[in-house]
């Protein structure tokens, strides 16, 4: 049997395994911040002669492929607080963070008792502490939040005139008591106002999900600091969803999260979905089941206001009534972050509510002068999933999106500071009733855009006004198919858009609202006809380009030219509407044929040698030992 | 009964059973929304989406993707009775997520599997019958003990995290240290299937394809490693014990009587009669090839169908799920039956009855 010496080794070994098994989690790292955003202004671009997106899923393996150089950005808004650390120590790279367009929040089921009462809901916003929360959550990137709009042009956040900040147990157990919500039995826990107990409230947060169950944690800490009992409550993902969608009755509070990108418009709007007394009860709406006449009346002139000031009124005004009423609870508007190497580039532009990866980023990030620029070079950029399809009607992922921005610009676009520019459209006029009584009814919307006319589509297809037309009504029509850019409240309310010249495009609504522009021109681009319009209204999802194989005929400043699933995808600039002029590259003139200067042949890879080399020794090492063996 | 007899007995087995799993598909994907009512729609929609669309155009989207937002029992049998319509006739249907055919979707993952798979159980079963052989020559040993306890601590191993150890070590620390001699320094991939630098730099020349094959082949070798280490405990047991019991046999006593060379006895006449089991065990590892290794390639970032699998079911893409577990029974049963019958043509004493 075995010697000491070898059992004692064996032991070693072993316990050394599981011991190096459990203690290497620490070789994950840890969190700071500092950001700043970099002013653009023109629309012409791009300097860079490629945009590679690599699919890196591991956010370990994008910050060593960034602090390595081989890539250049990261192209996400939302890198992990605890990687910062690890960005700033890092040479030559610098991590850029903004406000999030978006905000965690706890809902509660207004329909079910004590939550039904205002004042119940007002103690608990009392309870939290939501300068803890920003804390434990988000390790201090992140503020307390009370309106129901994250920052931009639509939150009344600066208006309220009190806020529920920081914990005030004073003033939540006035509202309780003041309820009726007593400790009549001096349990140390409130009972109701008959002397029957409460119940055991429960906060639910996605069991899996570290901000969540933290929140769910202190949610339910919150109640039991104001003597109602409570619990945190881990649910399933599917669980969680269920219970939001479909007023599930035995739910009383739910921890929850909305991001709304760089879309100003869905921020404010969702209100509508969210809290509008005429969806109560609908299954997908109305999740808190909240019901408020007043709110209702105000949301009526929100969703028709024509006008700018009429607008953010009633938005403010609808949000003091929430933040009064309490049927969520905001809690933390936290950083987004993402980071770029600052050796080789520079442009890269801070947008408001994207952060740093962008359209105008792609379009004005260039070489510094000292790498060779500022036009041409390659872009890396680490991007953690792959896109799922090229066709922009299936495309549904905010990665696929990434990389499909890049060659889908809209009619308008908004610059770093969220104001709208045209990209197709060189000038727009907004008509109703009153300015255009004769060609606009009373209570409808028409836009007349006047087109770019240099504008061509990746195949030289010019794009005219009827491709403008084309996509709009595809889209509509398609709702019927199955193609849920036809979904929006605007597209089923378009009654006409058409051609009134080759490059003036018309969409007329049997609405009047203010949203209708933003819903018609920001990020609306051409579908080339000549491209879809053979695949039929039911065969929307049947256009795969690249992966399918089929055409890709695109209007925007790149087109794909090298794309393996999962691995990369490959953008190449192309000579577009507001293409830049870079120098000529490189050639080779022959006597009667020009050639293009072949590819520069890869760095040396010595990996490759050496497995090879290790390869090659190992299979004559066997092969020899065995022939050695036989003979033997 | 002879053999014709027990191959349509076993055929008529492996349809009621193929067409048992593709009921049991149906219902096993659609859990979440039986217990919760949760569809692959809500997951699709962003809520805060969602509440800027009107109600009647999400109600015609669920339509269009063959779901009800609540079902009831008349919704639910006539959606199964198209599922199974729709399997028999081979229309496995478009993905919820990208909108691409499933076919399709499995088809540009499935090569990736098979040569991550293929390779990695290759050397699975080559050191498991190896080191099992080696260890049964001698059991009782310290060489078998020390066999079996390295097979069974590397058996009981997560393959996860010895591909994370793997990636540490060859992928992140290696590069770290030699790069103070070499630019760049020396390492493996850190993941994926192919560097884009490589497939720029030789896509187009006369013997690229030999380059690029390299280069997939260098990706390919830590996540083979670690499930090639990770599976052959098995192998090595099963072939160890095997040979050990074979080697009682009153034929392995004649031919040491015989005064054969004792390498003789155990290569020539143990392991040959020792592989028999093992031929079963072989054919039904090949007939789970296509699974892939969901954790081996979500580690690794390697593209095949078993991550395919654990996203498709996250996102509740039903048809995509449905289709590669249909498949996937399908090549196990038919895996099985195919070891049945490999088994009595390899023993001429197995009758089929």
Known sequence: MLSNRIRVAFAIFFVGSFLFMSISPIFATAQTLPYSGLPSEAKNGPYIDKMVFKVQPNTEQQMLALINGEVDMIWESSIDTTYLPQLTAAEDVEAFGDWRNGFGFYEFNCDRYPLNITSVRRAYAYALDKYEISEVLWAGESRPWDANVPPGPWTAEEEFTYYYYEENLDIANDLL??????????????????GSEIG?????????????????????????????????????????????NFHDPDWWVTFYGYSFREDFFNAVYHLYGDFYGGYYGVDYYNSPNFRNATFDALMDTFLTAKDEATVLSTAHQMQEILHYECPRVTAYNNKAFSAIRTDKWEGHVAQLGANVPNFWTSMKVHLKESQGGPYGGTFYVSSSIDIDSFNTMSGVGYYTWAILFEMWPGLVEKDENAEYVGVWAESWEIQTHDTHPDVVPVGNHRFVFNLIQNATFSDGHLITAEDFAFTFNYFKDGLAYGNPNGASATIQSMTAAYAAAPFQFVVELDTESFWNF??????????????????????WNEWDPIKGGDPYVVPGPFTVTEYIDAEFTELTRRDWAYGIDHPEPTTTTEPTTTTTAPPPPPPFDPTLAIVGGAVGAAVVILVGGFVLLRQK | MGLREYVIRRTIYVFLLIVAVICFNFFIFRLPTFLFGVSPLDLMIAPEQRATMPYESLQLLYQNYGLVPDPDIFDWIYMFWRYIVNMFSGDFGFSFQSQRPVIDEIMARLPNTLLLMGTSSIVAIILGIWTGVKAAGDPGSRKDVGAVTMALFTFSLPVFWLGMILLF?????????????????????????????VWIAFKDQPFGALAIAGDILLHLLLPMIALGIGGYGGYFLYMRNNLIDVMTEDYILTARAKGLDENQVLYKHGMKNAMLPMVTAI???????????????????WFGLGRYIFDSLLLLDYPVVQAIFMIVAITAVLANFIADLLYGFLDPRIKYG
């Open chain 1, 518 to 539: 933003e819903n018609v021109a920001f990020r609306t681009f051409p579908l080339p006809q000549h491209v879809i319009e053979p695949y039929g209204l039911e065969g």
């Open chain 2, 169 to 197: 070590f060859f992928a992140y620390m290696l590069p770290a240290l030699t790069s103070t001699l070499i630019d760049g320094g020396i390492g493996l991939p850190s993941g994926g299937t192919i560097s884009y630098e």
């Open chain 1, 200 to 244: 055991i409230v429960q906060v639910a947060g996605h069991g899996a999900d570290f901000q969540s169950s933290q929140a769910a944690i202190i949610g339910a800490g919150a109640f039991s600091a104001i003597g109602i009992e409570a619990e945190p409550l881990m649910t399933d993902f599917y669980q969680y969803v269920s219970r939001l």
């Open chain 1, 177 to 194: 008591d003041a309820a009726g919500l007593l400790d009549v039995d001096a349990d140390g826990w409130r009972e109701n106002p008959d």
């Open chain 2, 283 to 301: 054919a039904i590892t090949f007939g789970f090839l296509i699974n892939g290794a969901t954790l081996t390639e979500t580690v690794f970032n």
